[in-house]
């Protein structure tokens, strides 16, 4: 019995020494792992410091607004603005620190309000308002809901209806609506909620329009507040340029208003107009029809309409053309106006040139055939200058190339030019097509005793920083 007493005691020290050994060495261990932890700062690549920063940390994003479009006057015709889109709290259990509830809790008041200051009727905001899960923790309210302006976020918030919250979106203004829409352009909303150009000097000036977001980082406690005494780095946002244009507001509006009653006179398929101050270049005027409101985008739901006509629709420009044939015959020195030819048709190569009035006006000299906008005429003074030279000066009004004007997807014109009936229709405008700016640019020769402009939109870009 002695003998086994005395080895239990045995056995008793040997496991106590043991078990102080093995807690001694996780002691270690622990201490070792929290120093390194502590020193390092990293546990399984993950940087403890960086992840209490992030943790602790907001950033803010500060967006930059989007560049100015002007008019000739300095006063916008697109610029920036913020809308709003609309979504209720339906969940009871969502109340404010102090236990006021932040859920839609009158909603019939709700509905009625919405249908007082939203495109939306009462009965339907109401059932958007009672889904059919009693689970559904916020609904929004589709079209209605979205696009709000300022204004009507205010009168919104003026009801005190609770459980409504607003989310903030860059938009565009574009005050005077269908105002020279295809070459003022518009824009749309990435998924980033950023503003991009689709046509138009909103395209064609993107990159100046957008600016470059700043931001704004602030150290924060748990419930979101910030550390008094901390440090905050921000970066400032950097707005777009201003952009500023040639057009007249008063002959702008004033041209929209004579388009759309000829449109509704007329029910042409594609009405173009355009006006340039003669001796500058500057376009104080152009619209078309159909046309578009770029705040709204109505008008743009077919597909044809995506075309500024000014610089992408090509035309067979007809007696118009008959002045720069005439223009071409006196500077190279071939026009007799006194000279007489025979009117009504012109044979040639076995093919007939006609005039308009088919039986001709007999024998007239060149200066009654221009008045009388004579076809005959026109086919005569080509063949006595020649192709090459008459093609020399189609070459030197600068057709055929593009103006360079600065709008996305500008041609350049084609011309049909290889048989001698070919050359004789252009100089009556057939067999040739160009744009509506080349003409411009073309005629600005015509008003400047030889002169040629070249027609422009945009006076200037200003940053504004």
Request: net charge positive.
């Amino acid at each position: 019995r002695t003998v086994t007493s005395q080895q239990a005691r045995r056995n008793r020290r040997v496991f106590g020494r043991v078990l102080f050994l093995i807690i001694t060495l996780l002691f270690v261990l622990f201490i070792a792992r929290f120093s390194y932890i502590a020193i390092g700062k990293n546990v399984e690549n993950v940087n403890l410091s960086a992840r209490a920063k992030k943790l602790y940390t907001d950033t803010q994003t500060v967006k930059a607004q989007r560049g100015t479009i002007y008019d000739a006057s300095n006063q916008p015709i697109a610029e920036d603005t913020s809308t709003y889109s609309l979504y209720a709290v339906l969940d009871h259990s969502q109340r404010s620190t102090e236990g006021k509830p932040m859920y839609v809790q009158n909603k019939k008041k709700t509905a009625a309000g919405f249908a007082k200051y939203l495109p939306i009727s009462k009965k339907r905001a109401l059932k958007y308002l009672t889904p059919s899960s009693s689970k559904t923790f916020q609904v929004e309210f589709g079209l209605a809901g979205q696009n709000i302006s300022l204004t009507t976020k205010n009168k919104i918030e003026k009801a005190h209806l609770t459980g409504l919250n607003f989310v903030q979106q860059q938009a565009r203004l574009y005050p005077n609506g269908a105002f020279a829409s295809y070459l003022i352009g518009n824009t749309s909303t990435s998924s980033k909620g950023v503003l991009t150009g689709t046509m138009g000097i909103e395209s064609a000036y993107n990159k100046l329009l957008t600016g470059t977001n700043g931001f704004k980082t602030i150290k924060q406690d748990n419930n979101g507040y910030k550390i008094p005494g901390t440090t905050q780095k921000d970066k400032k946002a950097k707005n777009g340029d201003n952009v500023y244009t040639t057009l007249d507001s008063r002959l702008q509006t004033l041209l929209e208003t004579e388009m759309s009653a000829l449109q509704s006179k007329t029910h042409s398929k594609s009405l173009n107009a355009v006006l340039m101050n003669a001796k500058t270049g500057a376009i104080v005027a152009s619209t078309q029809r159909p046309t578009f409101n770029p705040e709204t985008g109505s008008g743009l739901s077919s597909t044809s309409t995506w075309r500024d006509s000014l610089v992408q629709d090509l035309y067979e420009p007809g007696s118009v053309m008959k002045v720069f044939t005439m223009a071409a015959s006196i500077n190279s020195g071939n026009y007799n106006g006194t000279a007489t030819y025979q009117s009504g048709k012109y044979e040639i190569d076995g093919q007939t040139v006609p005039d308009w009035e088919t039986s001709g006006w007999g024998i007239i000299t060149y200066n009654k055939g221009f008045a009388l906008s004579s076809n005959v005429a026109m086919a005569h003074l080509e063949r006595q200058m020649g192709s090459k030279t008459w093609l020399k000066y189609i070459k030197r009004f600068k057709f055929l190339k593009s103006t360079h004007f600065g709008l996305p997807g500008e041609q350049s014109g084609s011309i049909q030019f290889s048989q001698a009936i070919d050359q004789a229709d252009t100089s009556f405008g057939q067999g040739i097509q160009v744009t509506a700016i080349q003409m411009l640019q073309g005629l600005s020769a015509i008003a400047n005793n030889g002169k040629m402009l070249k027609p422009y939109l945009v006076r200037k870009v200003v940053n504004p920083n």
